[in-house]
Structure formats: structure tokens, C-alpha cells
């Protein structure tokens, strides 16, 4: 096989055709909503691209969002994205051992790009299947966990799988009348909005980046890459509200809030609704989108999905490190 004579370009995202870069991240098996031009946009306004192509055709992508802080340059993992990282052009048909040597040029290609800020912090999404080439070049990758549901089988084999607490919770929500409904983005930010003033935080960095977190939940409810669902009682009363990104064949579940009085089994049901609403409309994957709090992470585990491991990448220049044990 013929070495391919590629080459890396660094772009700011505002120049990127945005056609074009979904269209790559659609067709990308690591590609997701969180790296779509849209969403990396609203989630973090100065993002760049590396792009590597061979010749006129992109071959890999890494959205990345350089900043600095007290003097020091960071790429940090945006927030409200599960996971960026590079993404690969579909390989499909070419023989494991060439897809794998493949990855490996590719990846090497974005060593300059990532060892360029003092401090990185990036997940790679659970499709990033190759991270060699990073552990040789010297970055830490440690393992986070999100939880999957293959939705393409009968609900009663996905509902099979739900925990007993799980199930009594969704009990009383059928005995007390709940239904999901539609809604709009204002509901959710209403809800936060309560939950916030009562003292309970969800929706991480919500709250130190508020405005643009609700930019994010009406320009993507605007472009139907997300929709926006309430649980509401027989009085019409909203007890709790989510939201779900799409993303091919794919969905995630991106957060939810409480509207005042915590109900232990209206985000249960808010939940087992979305799941059953999204089979039948066809997706193949719920995805929870992942957390490492422990309390969340006991919650969504209820739901019986398949726990998924992707990586945090990390790298920080020595006199970081020896500054770090200082200030422990």
C-alpha cells in the first residue's frame, strides 16, 4: 500500500464550510454531536480545527479549543461535550492491519497539535479504538465510563434489564398518572433555573457558564438536533424536564432538572420514556453520555445498559506537575 502523502492544516472553526465538517463527522465512526459544527460552536466559541488530508480529501479531524489561564495555554475538554478528540474517515474494507497502521500515521500527524498547550485535557470518544501512539508519546490516559442501550430489540428485553428499585419507581409513576410530553427549551432553562435557586446543581458547569449553556439548549432545539421533554402530573403540574441530542443513529441524553419538589420517580420515568420514545422512532444507541459521580453513575447503571469505556487524555508540561504537588 502506497504511503499517503498527507498534510495538517490548523483552521479557526468560524472558517470551516460547516457542510462539510458534519458531513465528515457524520460518516466518522468517532464523529458525534458534540463534535458537530453546531454544537462545537454554542460549546465553546473559539474552537480551531486541525484537519489531515491526503491530497483534497480530509482523512482525519480533531476539533480542539486552545485558551489560557493565569499565563498558562490549555486545550481543556469543552463543557457540556461527553467527548472530542481526533475522528477518523470510515476505513471500511481495507484489511485490520492497514487500518491499524493507518491510525497510527494519522494519529502521530496530531502529535504537534496536542503537545502544543502546557496543560491538555481531552476525552476521545469510546470509538477512538488506538491509543497507543498517545501513551508512547508521553500523555496519561486514564478510563471514564458511559452507559449504552442497544435499542434495535423489543422494549420488553431493554425494560428486562432494569434494576428492582428502578422498576417500583416506575411503578408509582404509572400509578400517579405521569406523562412525557414534549416541550420547549425555555422549560428546561425555567427548571435549571429552580433547581439552581433551591441549592441542587445538575448539568455540569452550568453555573459558572450559564449563558452559554442556554444558548446551546435553544440553538439546538431551533435546529432540531435536540429535543426538549417534560414529566408532568394529571394536574399539569411539570415535576421534571430533559433533554436529548441526536446525532446519525444515535441519541444522548444531555441533562435534565427538577422543577421544585424533588420527585424520586419522575426522572426514572422521564428516562424510561425517552428510551421507548427514541426505539420507536428509530435509533439504534441511547447513549447517557457518561459521569464519573458517583451518584450519577448509580443511577444511570439502574437503566441495565452496557457500560462503554472511553479515555481521557491528558498532558501537562513537567514544571506543571512539580507545581501541582507543591500547592497538594
Request: charged residues 20%; hydrophobic residues 45%.
Amino acid at each position: 500500500m502506497a504511503k499517503p502523502s498527507l498534510s495538517l492544516q490548523v483552521i479557526d472553526g468560524k472558517a470551516i464550510d460547516p457542510l462539510r465538517w458534519d458531513a465528515f463527522m457524520e460518516a466518522s465512526p468517532q464523529g458525534s454531536l458534540f463534535v458537530r459544527h453546531r454544537y462545537a460552536s454554542q460549546a465553546a466559541p473559539g474552537w480551531q480545527a486541525a484537519i489531515l488530508a491526503n491530497g483534497d480529501t480530509w482523512v482525519a479531524a480533531m476539533p480542539f479549543f486552545p485558551t489560557t489561564k493565569r499565563g498558562i495555554s490549555l486545550q481543556l475538554q469543552p463543557p457540556f461535550c461527553q467527548c472530542w478528540g481526533i475522528c477518523f474517515a470510515p476505513m471500511d474494507g481495507q484489511p485490520m492491519a492497514a487500518q491499524w497502521s493507518l491510525k497510527k500515521q494519522y494519529t502521530e500527524a496530531f502529535l504537534p497539535v496536542l503537545k502544543a498547550p502546557q496543560w491538555l485535557q481531552v476525552n476521545f470518544a469510546p470509538e477512538f479504538d488506538y491509543l497507543f501512539p498517545l501513551k508512547i508519546a508521553g500523555f496519561a490516559v486514564s478510563p471514564r465510563i458511559t452507559y449504552r442501550i442497544a435499542l434495535e430489540q423489543p422494549l420488553e428485553n431493554i425494560t428486562r434489564e432494569y434494576a428492582s428499585t428502578l422498576v417500583r419507581q416506575l411503578r408509582k409513576a404509572e400509578k400517579q398518572a405521569l406523562v412525557f410530553v414534549p416541550d420547549e427549551p425555555e422549560k428546561l432553562i425555567v427548571s435549571y433555573g429552580s433547581q439552581l435557586e433551591s441549592g441542587r446543581t445538575l448539568l455540569g458547569g452550568a453555573v459558572t457558564r450559564k449563558a452559554r449553556w442556554e444558548k446551546l439548549v435553544r440553538e439546538l432545539a431551533a435546529a432540531g438536533d435536540a429535543a426538549i421533554f417534560s414529566v408532568r402530573n394529571p394536574e399539569g403540574e411539570t415535576l421534571t424536564t430533559g433533554w436529548f441530542g441526536k446525532h446519525g443513529h444515535k441519541v444522548y441524553y444531555l441533562g435534565g432538572a427538577a422543577t421544585g419538589e424533588m420527585h424520586s420517580h419522575a426522572s426514572p420515568f422521564l428516562l424510561a420514556s425517552a428510551i421507548a420514545h427514541y426505539r420507536e422512532a428509530g435509533f439504534s444507541i441511547f447513549d447517557f453520555e457518561g459521569s464519573m459521580l458517583p451518584g450519577v453513575e448509580r443511577f444511570f447503571r439502574q437503566f441495565g445498559g452496557t457500560p462503554v469505556t472511553y479515555f481521557e487524555v491528558m498532558r501537562k508540561r513537567k514544571w506543571l506537575q512539580v507545581l501541582d504537588i507543591f500547592r497538594g
